[in-house]
């Protein structure tokens, strides 16, 4: 069983206000999608990579993947991100365990993704996490604090998120048939719509920080250099 590591790189960033796809925008040298590759083309346990990257810049996209080798597809993105998931699904077989991960998540490291792919061995899914040091409250209709979960059992998702590739297939087909999906991330699409499958949590890192907005590129430059 081969493993394929998915960047997901379709969306604009508008967020970051730069013009540009996010995931093209420079840190510490190389932009946001470089870093990805080189850090997962590095990884032995990484057989492939593919990557589904906005149609308008699928050229840049083939340029920053060329030195990779592990590299097999540069694909467009769809217009939404669980639709770009399902484009990446859709040119894999079955007989794969698949990572999908954020593009504009720079500093990822190798110890994540080796304690995902041993999560993997065991179950048919697994997400990355970290723990909540914010309190975290919910808010009623007209916008007021209303309940405060308690953090000890909070977490915040990260990618990569790992499947077996016939599992987030299957997820997903069910949550397209469904008129009340909300787009979300893969792992908890996995979670409500085939709710018999454990999805394991893997320790994540306080680094691992999704570039979303202006603020966020300072921060991932100071903590690549």
């Known amino acids: 069983m081969r493993t394929v590591?998915?960047?997901l790189a379709g969306g604009v960033g508008s967020r970051v206000g730069a013009g540009l796809p996010k995931q093209l925008l420079e840190v510490a040298g190389k932009p946001l999608l470089a870093h990805c590759l080189a850090t997962f083309d590095a990884h032995p346990g990484i057989d492939e990579i593919v990557v589904m990257m906005v149609p308008t810049h699928l050229?840049?996209?083939r340029e920053l993947a060329a030195p990779h080798a592990k590299v097999t597809a540069v694909l467009p993105g769809a217009e939404s991100r669980d639709a770009t998931t399902r484009a990446a699904l859709a040119a894999l077989g079955d007989d794969v365990l698949v990572l999908l991960h954020d593009a504009a998540r720079p500093l990822l490291d190798a110890a994540t993704i080796t304690a995902c792919l041993s999560a993997l061995a065991d179950h048919d899914a697994v997400t990355v996490a970290i723990a909540s040091a914010d309190t975290v409250i919910t808010t009623a209709a007209d916008g007021s604090m209303d309940q405060t979960p308690d953090r000890a059992g909070l977490r915040r998702l990260q990618t990569p998120q790992g499947f077996r590739a016939p599992v987030?297939?299957?997820?997903?087909?069910l949550a397209l048939a469904d008129p009340r999906f909300v787009p979300t991330d893969d792992a908890t699409v996995v979670r409500r719509y085939l709710p018999e499958v454990t999805v394991a949590v893997v320790?994540?890192?306080e680094r691992n920080l999704k570039v979303t907005t202006a603020l966020d590129l300072v921060i991932a430059e100071q903590l690549l250099r």
């Open 168 to 173: 987030i297939r299957r997820a997903h087909e």
């Open 5 to 7: 590591a998915v960047l």
């Open 203 to 205: 320790e994540g890192s």
């Open 59 to 61: 050229e840049a996209a």
